[in-house]
C-alpha cells in the first residue's frame, strides 16, 4: 500500500518535471522573440526624436550621411512592397500549379521525384541564388531587352519568386491533398471532368490552405536580405518601371548596419528601418492566421 | 584658481601615468573601419613577433576612435581623416596631446567597363555623372549608351573620400546603384558595359579598366606625390610621443620591411 502510493508520487513527480522542462523550453523561444522585438524597438525609437514618424515614413530622399542628414525611407518601403508583389505575381501561379499537378495529375513515381526537386530549391543558400542573379540573370536579361543595368526590380523578383516557389508549392500540396477523398469522388461520380473538379471543388476546399502558402512565401520574400542585396541594384529612388533599380528596406540594413557608428541617428533609423519591417512582416503572418482560421477546414461537410 | 587647474593637471597626469602601468604589455587600438583592416593584419604579425603583447582592435569610426584617445580608454586611435580643431582643444583641456602618424594612403580610382573608350575623366564630369546630370557616355566622348552609376553605400570609408572628394559635399543622386563593398563594384563593373564605379586602388583586376582623373593616373606614384586628387592619408593617433609597446608597434607599422607591407596586403597605398 505504502510502497504504491509512493510509486504514485514518484510518478506524478516526474510528470512535473517533465512538463516543467518543456515549458521552460517553450518560453526559451518566446523569451528571446520578446528580448528581440524589445531590443528592437529600444534602438529603433530614439530617431522619432530627430524625425517625425511621417517624414520618416513618407520621406522621400534617404541620405542618413550627409550633414544635415535626410532619413526618408519612402523609396525603400515602396521597393520591398514593389519587390514582393511583383514575385508573388510570378511564384504564385508557379507555385500553386505545380501543387495541383503534383497532387493531382502526376503519376506517383513522376510525384516522387519532383516533389524532393522542388523543395531542394528552398535549400538553396540566398547567397547563392543572389550570385547567380548578379553573373548570368543580369547581363542576360541587359542583352535581352537592351536596358542599362541588369540589376533591377524585375531581375530581384524574379530570384525572389525562386526563393517562395518552393514554400507556396509545399504547403499549397498539403492543402490539396487534405481535401476529403469523398468530395473529390462526388465530383467525378456526378460527371464533372477532371479540370472542373479541380477549378470547382478542389481549389475552393483548399483555398485557405493555398492562401497560408501564398502569404507565407511573401513573407519570406519581403524579409530576404541577401538577394536584394546582391541584386535589386540599391538606388533609393521610387522605381517609375520594372527595369529600374530599387533599394528595399532589408538591402539597405545589411548595406549600412556595419559600419554606421553605434548609437548614432544613422544606426537608430537603420534600427526604425528594421521596425517597420518587422510590421510588414507581422501583419503577412496575421493576415494568413487570419485566413486560415476563417476558412478552416474542418471536414467533408464544410465545403 | 591657477592652483585649482594645476591640480588638476597633477591629477591627470597621475591617472594617465597609472593606466599606462594598468596596461603595460596591452595594447588597445580603436577607431575607423577604414584603417581597421591595416591594425588587424599589422597586429596579427606584431603578436607572433611579440608573444607577451595582447593587442585588441575594435572599429568605431574615426570619431569614436579619437573620443576614446582623449578619454584614455585606448592607446591609439586609428582615424580615416585629421583630428578636428574641436578634438584638438578638447584633448588638450584633458592633458593629452595627440600625435598623428599617417600610416598609408587611401587611393580611390573610377572603374569602367574595359570596353569603354572613354579613358579620361575630369573632377567636374565625375561630378556631374554622379549627380545624375550626364547620363550618357556621349556627352563624354564615349559611345552612345546611358551612364549606369554605381556607389557604395553611405556609411562606406570609401564612399566617404568620394564624397568629399569628388562630390564635394553634394550629394550622389537618388538613381545611383548600391553596392556594398569594393569588390562587389568591381564585379558589377565588369558585367556591364554602361557602369561607372569607384573602388580602392588595391582592388583593381583585368576585368575592369580604370579611369585618369584630371589626366593623371590614380596609382601608388600619383598618390604619394599628391598630383592624383581622389586619395587620402589614413592615421594612428597617440596620446602624447609613443612610450614603450605603442613606440613599438607605432614603429613597427611604419617599418617598410615590416608593417608597411601588410598595408599592401590590406589593399592600401603603403607610405614607401
Given amino acids: ?303 | 584658481m591657477k592652483l585649482k587647474r594645476i591640480a588638476i593637471l597633477a591629477l591627470a597626469l597621475v591617472f594617465s601615468f597609472t593606466s599606462t602601468m594598468v596596461l603595460a604589455g596591452n595594447l588597445v587600438i580603436k577607431g575607423s573601419t577604414t584603417v581597421l583592416p591595416i591594425a588587424q593584419k599589422v597586429a596579427e604579425a606584431y603578436m607572433k613577433q611579440n608573444p607577451d603583447v595582447k593587442i585588441s582592435i575594435s572599429g568605431g569610426g574615426s570619431g569614436n576612435g579619437i573620443k576614446a584617445l582623449i578619454d584614455g580608454s585606448t592607446d591609439i586611435a586609428d582615424s580615416s581623416r585629421f583630428i578636428k580643431p574641436k578634438e584638438v582643444s578638447l584633448a588638450v583641456e584633458k592633458g593629452a596631446y595627440p600625435v598623428p602618424f599617417a600610416v598609408a594612403y587611401d587611393c580611390i580610382v573610377p572603374v569602367v567597363h574595359p570596353s569603354n573608350s572613354v579613358i579620361n575623366l575630369t573632377l567636374d564630369q565625375l561630378k556631374a555623372i554622379y549627380e545624375g546630370e550626364i547620363k550618357n557616355w556621349k556627352e563624354l566622348g564615349g559611345p552612345d549608351r546611358p551612364i549606369v552609376v554605381i556607389s557604395r553605400d553611405t556609411s562606406s570609408g570609401t564612399y566617404e573620400v568620394w564624397h568629399k572628394k569628388v562630390m564635394k559635399k553634394d550629394r550622389v543622386f537618388p538613381g545611383a546603384l548600391l553596392q556594398a563593398s569594393n569588390g562587389a563594384i568591381a564585379q558589377a563593373v565588369s558585367k556591364n558595359k554602361n557602369a561607372i564605379g569607384y573602388i580602392s586602388l588595391g582592388y583593381l583586376d583585368e576585368s575592369i579598366k580604370a579611369l585618369m582623373v584630371d589626366k593623371i593616373v590614380g596609382s601608388e606614384e600619383t598618390t604619394l606625390n599628391g598630383t592624383y586628387p581622389v586619395s587620402r592619408p589614413l592615421y594612428m593617433f597617440t596620446s602624447g610621443w609613443p612610450k614603450g609597446d605603442t613606440l613599438n608597434f607605432i614603429n613597427f607599422v611604419l617599418n617598410p620591411e615590416k608593417g608597411q607591407k601588410y598595408v599592401r596586403d590590406a589593399r592600401y597605398v603603403p607610405l614607401y
Avoid at chain 1, 46 to 68: H, N, Q
Avoid at chain 1, 176 to 199: D, F, H, M, N, R
Fill in chain 1, 1 to 303: 500500500m505504502r510502497k504504491n502510493s509512493q510509486t504514485g508520487e514518484g510518478r506524478q513527480r516526474k510528470e512535473r518535471i517533465i512538463r516543467f522542462f518543456f515549458f521552460s523550453v517553450a518560453l526559451t523561444s518566446i523569451t528571446i522573440l520578446t528580448l528581440i522585438v524589445v531590443f528592437l524597438f529600444w534602438e529603433g525609437l530614439p530617431i522619432f526624436c530627430k524625425v517625425s514618424v511621417y517624414d520618416f515614413l513618407f520621406g522621400r530622399y534617404w541620405y542618413p550621411t550627409d550633414d544635415p542628414p535626410d532619413f526618408g525611407i519612402f523609396p525603400l518601403i515602396v521597393a520591398s512592397l514593389t519587390v514582393t508583389a511583383m514575385s508573388a505575381v510570378i511564384s504564385i501561379p508557379l507555385g500553386v500549379m505545380t501543387a495541383l499537378y503534383l497532387t493531382e495529375s502526376a503519376s506517383a513515381r513522376l510525384r516522387e521525384w519532383v516533389k524532393p526537386i522542388v523543395e531542394l530549391l528552398a535549400a538553396l543558400p540566398s547567397v547563392v541564388i543572389g550570385f547567380f542573379g548578379m553573373v548570368i540573370v543580369a547581363p542576360f536579361l541587359q542583352e535581352i531587352f537592351n536596358i542599362p543595368t541588369g540589376l533591377n526590380l524585375f531581375n530581384a523578383s524574379l530570384m525572389l519568386a525562386f526563393m517562395s516557389v518552393p514554400t507556396i508549392c509545399s504547403i499549397s500540396e498539403d492543402a490539396i491533398y487534405s481535401v476529403p477523398l469523398e468530395l473529390k469522388e462526388a465530383s467525378l461520380a456526378l460527371g464533372a471532368t477532371q479540370w472542373e473538379t479541380i477549378a470547382r471543388v478542389i481549389l475552393p476546399a483548399s483555398l485557405s490552405g493555398i492562401s497560408t502558402a501564398i502569404i507565407l512565401g511573401m513573407s519570406r520574400a519581403i524579409g530576404e536580405t541577401m538577394v536584394v542585396l546582391m541584386i535589386a541594384g540599391g538606388a533609393a529612388q521610387l522605381p517609375s518601371s520594372i527595369f529600374d533599380p530599387v533599394r528595399p528596406m532589408p538591402a539597405s540594413i545589411a548595406a549600412e548596419m556595419a559600419e554606421a557608428p553605434f548609437r548614432s541617428d544613422h544606426y537608430y533609423a537603420l534600427f526604425a528601418t528594421g521596425v517597420v519591417l518587422f510590421a510588414f512582416t507581422l501583419l503577412f503572418n496575421l493576415v494568413s492566421e487570419h485566413i486560415s482560421n476563417k476558412y478552416r477546414q474542418v471536414g467533408a461537410a464544410t465545403l
